[in-house]
Protein backbone atom coordinates (compact mmCIF):
# COMPACT_ATOMS: atom_id res chain seq x y z
CA UNK A 1 0.00 0.00 0.00
CA UNK A 2 1.31 3.45 -1.18
CA UNK A 3 2.34 5.85 2.05
CA UNK A 4 0.06 9.06 1.66
CA UNK A 5 2.13 11.94 0.91
CA UNK A 6 1.32 13.85 4.29
CA UNK A 7 1.36 11.37 6.71
CA UNK A 8 1.68 12.98 9.93
CA UNK A 9 4.32 11.61 12.66
CA UNK A 10 1.80 10.42 15.17
CA UNK A 11 0.62 7.83 12.63
CA UNK A 12 4.09 6.97 11.29
CA UNK A 13 4.93 6.51 14.77
CA UNK A 14 2.38 4.52 15.47
CA UNK A 15 3.21 0.38 16.19
CA UNK A 16 0.57 -2.35 15.56
CA UNK A 17 -0.27 -5.12 18.77
CA UNK A 18 0.43 -8.65 17.02
CA UNK A 19 0.24 -10.16 20.88
CA UNK A 20 2.71 -11.53 23.27
CA UNK A 21 4.55 -7.78 23.14
CA UNK A 22 5.19 -8.22 19.35
CA UNK A 23 4.33 -4.96 17.77
CA UNK A 24 4.31 -4.04 13.78
CA UNK A 25 5.71 -0.91 13.10
CA UNK A 26 5.30 0.77 8.97
CA UNK A 27 8.27 3.24 8.97
CA UNK A 28 7.64 5.96 6.71
CA UNK A 29 9.34 7.99 3.64
CA UNK A 30 8.64 11.17 5.17
CA UNK A 31 10.61 10.62 8.14
CA UNK A 32 14.07 9.88 6.24
CA UNK A 33 17.41 10.94 5.79
CA UNK A 34 18.75 9.77 2.50
CA UNK A 35 16.12 7.58 2.46
CA UNK A 36 17.08 6.09 5.99
CA UNK A 37 14.56 6.23 8.98
CA UNK A 38 16.06 9.52 10.84
CA UNK A 39 17.08 8.65 14.60
CA UNK A 40 14.96 10.37 16.47
CA UNK A 41 11.94 8.94 14.38
CA UNK A 42 12.56 6.23 15.43
CA UNK A 43 13.02 6.48 19.49
CA UNK A 44 9.54 7.54 18.89
CA UNK A 45 8.86 4.33 17.05
CA UNK A 46 10.47 2.49 20.32
CA UNK A 47 8.71 4.62 22.69
CA UNK A 48 4.81 3.67 21.19
CA UNK A 49 5.62 -0.01 21.76
CA UNK A 50 7.25 0.69 25.34
CA UNK A 51 4.08 2.92 26.73
CA UNK A 52 2.10 -0.12 24.58
CA UNK A 53 3.67 -3.20 26.53
CA UNK A 54 4.26 -1.54 29.89
CA UNK A 55 0.57 -0.19 29.79
CA UNK A 56 -0.45 -4.17 29.03
CA UNK A 57 1.50 -5.36 32.23
CA UNK A 58 -0.49 -2.89 34.43
CA UNK A 59 1.88 0.27 34.18
CA UNK A 60 0.03 3.20 34.40
CA UNK A 61 2.83 5.60 33.19
CA UNK A 62 2.06 8.19 30.22
CA UNK A 63 5.62 9.65 28.95
CA UNK A 64 9.18 7.70 27.91
CA UNK A 65 11.63 10.38 29.72
CA UNK A 66 14.69 8.38 28.73
CA UNK A 67 15.29 6.50 25.66
CA UNK A 68 19.07 5.13 24.94
CA UNK A 69 19.30 3.53 21.96
CA UNK A 70 21.40 1.72 19.86
CA UNK A 71 21.60 1.72 15.63
CA UNK A 72 22.88 -1.61 14.31
CA UNK A 73 22.16 -1.42 11.37
CA UNK A 74 20.39 1.31 9.24
CA UNK A 75 16.42 0.06 8.86
CA UNK A 76 15.00 0.81 5.43
CA UNK A 77 11.17 1.85 5.06
CA UNK A 78 8.41 -0.42 5.28
CA UNK A 79 7.52 -2.73 7.56
CA UNK A 80 9.05 -3.96 10.91
CA UNK A 81 8.34 -6.02 13.68
CA UNK A 82 9.10 -4.81 17.48
CA UNK A 83 9.52 -6.85 20.13
CA UNK A 84 9.41 -5.93 23.84
CA UNK A 85 10.62 -7.17 27.10
CA UNK A 86 8.89 -5.49 30.08
CA UNK A 87 11.83 -5.24 32.37
CA UNK A 88 9.92 -3.53 35.31
CA UNK A 89 6.77 -1.94 36.50
CA UNK A 90 7.22 0.24 39.05
CA UNK A 91 5.43 3.25 40.86
CA UNK A 92 7.78 5.84 40.18
CA UNK A 93 9.32 4.55 36.83
CA UNK A 94 9.40 1.30 34.34
CA UNK A 95 11.32 0.14 32.27
CA UNK A 96 11.19 -1.14 28.71
CA UNK A 97 14.02 -3.22 26.14
CA UNK A 98 12.84 -2.84 22.48
CA UNK A 99 14.27 -4.32 19.63
CA UNK A 100 13.35 -3.29 15.81
CA UNK A 101 13.95 -6.05 13.19
CA UNK A 102 13.65 -6.36 9.22
CA UNK A 103 14.42 -9.84 7.33
CA UNK A 104 14.70 -10.95 11.12
CA UNK A 105 18.12 -9.11 11.72
CA UNK A 106 17.49 -6.35 14.44
CA UNK A 107 18.49 -3.18 13.35
CA UNK A 108 17.57 -0.72 16.43
CA UNK A 109 17.94 -1.50 19.82
CA UNK A 110 16.22 0.45 22.91
CA UNK A 111 16.26 0.46 26.69
CA UNK A 112 13.19 2.99 27.86
CA UNK A 113 12.60 4.36 30.80
CA UNK A 114 8.56 5.70 31.22
CA UNK A 115 7.57 8.07 34.25
CA UNK A 116 4.64 10.83 33.97
CA UNK A 117 5.45 14.43 33.50
CA UNK A 118 3.36 17.07 35.39
CA UNK A 119 1.99 20.33 33.73
CA UNK A 120 2.16 21.79 37.30
CA UNK A 121 5.67 20.95 37.48
CA UNK A 122 7.97 23.80 39.26
CA UNK A 123 11.45 24.08 38.19
CA UNK A 124 13.78 23.79 41.09
CA UNK A 125 17.38 24.20 38.98
CA UNK A 126 18.47 24.42 36.04
CA UNK A 127 22.16 24.96 35.17
CA UNK A 128 21.80 25.12 30.87
CA UNK A 129 20.26 28.17 30.01
CA UNK A 130 18.66 28.68 26.82
CA UNK A 131 20.66 30.50 24.00
CA UNK A 132 20.13 33.92 23.20
CA UNK A 133 18.95 34.55 19.40
CA UNK A 134 16.27 37.00 17.46
CA UNK A 135 12.99 35.68 17.27
CA UNK A 136 12.28 33.15 14.45
CA UNK A 137 11.16 35.79 12.12
CA UNK A 138 14.63 37.64 12.10
CA UNK A 139 16.41 34.50 11.85
CA UNK A 140 17.44 32.33 8.53
CA UNK A 141 15.18 29.66 6.89
CA UNK A 142 17.38 27.46 5.21
CA UNK A 143 16.42 25.86 1.97
CA UNK A 144 15.50 22.32 2.27
CA UNK A 145 17.40 19.08 1.03
CA UNK A 146 15.01 16.90 -1.01
CA UNK A 147 16.99 14.18 0.43
CA UNK A 148 16.05 15.15 3.87
CA UNK A 149 12.48 14.93 3.95
CA UNK A 150 12.31 15.00 8.15
CA UNK A 151 12.37 18.82 7.46
CA UNK A 152 8.73 18.72 5.49
CA UNK A 153 7.39 18.49 8.80
CA UNK A 154 9.64 20.72 11.07
CA UNK A 155 10.12 24.66 10.59
CA UNK A 156 13.86 25.55 11.32
CA UNK A 157 15.32 29.37 11.58
CA UNK A 158 18.70 29.51 12.77
CA UNK A 159 20.44 31.87 14.41
CA UNK A 160 21.92 34.62 11.99
CA UNK A 161 25.43 35.26 14.20
CA UNK A 162 26.47 31.81 13.90
CA UNK A 163 25.27 30.63 10.23
CA UNK A 164 28.59 31.43 8.44
CA UNK A 165 28.84 27.68 7.58
CA UNK A 166 25.32 27.53 5.48
CA UNK A 167 27.91 29.38 2.99
CA UNK A 168 31.22 27.50 3.60
CA UNK A 169 32.59 29.43 5.82
CA UNK A 170 34.23 27.80 9.12
CA UNK A 171 33.04 28.51 12.39
CA UNK A 172 32.70 26.77 16.10
CA UNK A 173 30.92 22.92 16.08
CA UNK A 174 27.63 24.43 17.23
CA UNK A 175 24.23 25.25 15.76
CA UNK A 176 21.59 27.05 17.18
CA UNK A 177 18.12 27.41 15.96
CA UNK A 178 13.90 27.57 16.63
CA UNK A 179 12.09 24.93 16.12
CA UNK A 180 8.23 24.30 15.36
CA UNK A 181 6.45 21.14 14.20
CA UNK A 182 4.85 21.66 11.04
CA UNK A 183 2.71 18.74 11.32
CA UNK A 184 -0.95 18.75 10.60
CA UNK A 185 -2.77 20.52 13.90
CA UNK A 186 0.25 18.85 16.18
CA UNK A 187 1.71 20.76 18.92
CA UNK A 188 4.86 19.68 21.06
CA UNK A 189 4.17 16.86 23.55
CA UNK A 190 6.87 14.41 25.69
CA UNK A 191 6.28 11.90 22.87
CA UNK A 192 7.67 13.95 19.93
CA UNK A 193 10.18 15.64 21.39
CA UNK A 194 11.98 12.52 20.88
CA UNK A 195 12.03 13.42 17.17
CA UNK A 196 12.95 17.18 17.90
CA UNK A 197 16.10 16.09 19.51
CA UNK A 198 17.65 14.73 16.60
CA UNK A 199 16.15 17.04 13.75
CA UNK A 200 18.97 20.09 14.01
CA UNK A 201 21.78 19.93 10.97
CA UNK A 202 24.81 17.80 12.20
CA UNK A 203 26.87 20.86 14.56
CA UNK A 204 29.90 19.56 12.63
CA UNK A 205 28.56 21.13 9.59
CA UNK A 206 30.52 23.88 10.30
CA UNK A 207 33.99 22.31 11.19
CA UNK A 208 33.91 21.28 7.44
CA UNK A 209 31.70 17.60 7.75
CA UNK A 210 30.39 16.68 4.74
CA UNK A 211 27.11 15.76 6.06
CA UNK A 212 27.71 12.04 6.30
CA UNK A 213 27.28 11.64 10.02
CA UNK A 214 25.31 8.23 10.65
CA UNK A 215 24.03 7.58 14.68
CA UNK A 216 25.74 4.67 16.07
CA UNK A 217 23.87 5.59 19.86
CA UNK A 218 21.42 8.02 21.00
CA UNK A 219 20.62 8.87 24.98
CA UNK A 220 17.06 11.13 24.74
CA UNK A 221 16.21 12.57 27.86
CA UNK A 222 12.50 14.15 28.28
CA UNK A 223 12.12 16.45 31.08
CA UNK A 224 8.62 18.65 30.71
CA UNK A 225 5.74 19.38 28.88
CA UNK A 226 6.54 21.82 26.85
CA UNK A 227 4.90 25.64 27.42
CA UNK A 228 5.36 26.87 23.84
CA UNK A 229 5.03 26.01 19.74
CA UNK A 230 8.45 27.37 19.32
CA UNK A 231 11.77 25.50 20.77
CA UNK A 232 15.45 26.90 21.35
CA UNK A 233 17.70 24.09 20.33
CA UNK A 234 21.52 24.33 20.75
CA UNK A 235 23.51 21.40 19.18
CA UNK A 236 27.33 20.91 19.80
CA UNK A 237 30.26 19.12 19.07
CA UNK A 238 31.79 17.77 22.26
CA UNK A 239 34.82 16.04 20.95
CA UNK A 240 35.40 15.23 17.07
CA UNK A 241 38.37 12.45 16.83
CA UNK A 242 39.23 9.10 14.96
CA UNK A 243 35.99 9.44 12.34
CA UNK A 244 33.81 9.85 15.60
CA UNK A 245 31.54 13.22 16.82
CA UNK A 246 30.21 13.31 20.74
CA UNK A 247 27.61 15.56 19.84
CA UNK A 248 24.93 17.01 22.91
CA UNK A 249 21.59 18.67 22.01
CA UNK A 250 19.38 21.23 24.45
CA UNK A 251 16.01 21.73 23.77
CA UNK A 252 13.66 24.70 25.55
CA UNK A 253 10.44 26.33 25.26
CA UNK A 254 9.63 29.70 25.48
CA UNK A 255 9.44 29.84 28.91
CA UNK A 256 13.14 29.33 29.08
CA UNK A 257 13.08 26.22 30.96
CA UNK A 258 14.82 22.93 29.34
CA UNK A 259 12.38 20.28 27.80
CA UNK A 260 14.31 17.97 26.17
CA UNK A 261 17.85 17.03 25.35
CA UNK A 262 20.44 14.23 24.30
CA UNK A 263 23.21 12.94 23.37
CA UNK A 264 25.07 11.16 20.95
CA UNK A 265 27.94 9.59 19.14
CA UNK A 266 27.87 9.20 15.42
CA UNK A 267 30.64 8.43 12.50
CA UNK A 268 31.86 11.49 10.80
CA UNK A 269 33.62 12.82 7.42
CA UNK A 270 35.54 15.30 6.22
CA UNK A 271 36.20 16.56 2.93
CA UNK A 272 39.42 16.91 1.78
CA UNK A 273 41.83 19.52 3.32
Do not use: K
Request: glycine share 8%; charged share 20%; proline share 7%.
Amino acid sequence: MDEPDHVSLSDAGAVEPEGDGRFVAHLAQRFTVFDYPNGGYLQCVMASAALAAASDAGASHLHATALSTHFVAPPRVGEAQVETSVRRVGRGASFVHVTLSQAQAVTTESLVTLGTLSESSRLRYQSSLAPTMPPPQECLELPTHEAMTIHDVIELRVDPAGAQWWNGDAGPGEVRAWLRLNDDAASWNPWNLLFATDVLPPATLPLGSTGWVPTLQLTSYVRRIPASEWLLARQWCVVVADGLVDERCELFDETGEMVAASSQLAMVRFGRG
